[in-house]
């Protein structure tokens, strides 16, 4: 039983370029959830889809960042014009519900994103 | 915001001695999950709490959801090299359960 996959675990990209972080939830779960993290430090949300849908992205930056769940493939993370700043660890999580008990959170192994 | 505490920020035990760490908000939390995050890798989910003063075991880890519902802690026995990692605390952000609001992480290190 698969977990949740994460593609590229890496990405090199310079200033100005766009980097799209790729997520597959893990089977049967349909809630997927986005999160930041720069060097130690925890974890910060950034958005939450579903399928089509996003549901809150109070932790979006305004500007350059968006994100998608399509019907179909994997959930997208886009930041276009990166900046210094962007370079952090990417995680993406998926749960089965979304109700208050039992919405455990599955985190994959995350994309590193290196801006230079 | 709400901000999760955790404490300590990092400790160095020896093989075999047990551990406790523990996690405090300045509000109320319905759930608290730990989770461990290996370099690299990201955070697995060691165990989740529902009700307060509820007490849960995960093999030599046990977790307990404190009474307030404003803190929990974390306990490891017989500490294991393999148990090195950052541990996080982490609940459901502004009563919404979706988002999670991390904690600032205990850094674990064991010497042999």
């Known amino acids: ?116 | 915001g709400q901000q999760l505490n955790q404490s300590p920020q990092s400790m160095f035990i020896q093989e075999g001695e047990d551990v406790s760490m523990n996690c405090t908000s300045s509000s109320i939390f319905n759930t608290w999950l730990w989770y461990k995050q290996d370099p690299g890798e990201g955070p697995v989910l060691l165990i989740a709490l529902y009700k307060a003063g509820e007490l849960t075991s995960n093999g030599r880890l046990t977790a307990q959801f404190g009474i307030t519902r404003k803190d929990s802690f974390l306990n490891i026995s017989a500490s294991i090299p393999s148990d090195v990692g950052i541990y996080f605390c982490a609940g459901p952000k502004g009563g919404t359960a979706s988002k999670l609001t991390f904690g600032t992480g205990t850094r674990l290190q064991v010497t042999l």
């Open chain 1, 1 to 116: 039983n698969a977990g949740v996959m994460q593609n590229p675990r890496h990405l090199v990209r310079r200033r100005g370029q766009e980097a799209r972080l790729r997520c597959s939830p893990m089977k049967g779960h349909s809630h997927v959830y986005w999160y930041r993290q720069l060097p130690e430090e925890g974890l910060k949300f950034m958005v939450y889809l579903q399928k089509e849908n996003i549901i809150d992205e109070s932790g979006m930056p305004k500007e350059r960042f968006s994100a998608e769940f399509p019907k179909e493939g994997p959930s997208i993370l886009r930041i276009q014009q990166v900046v210094r700043g962007d370079s952090a660890a990417y995680f993406c999580a998926s749960s089965l519900n979304s109700g208050t008990y039992h919405n455990e959170q599955f985190f994959g192994p995350g994309t590193r994103l290196t801006v230079l």
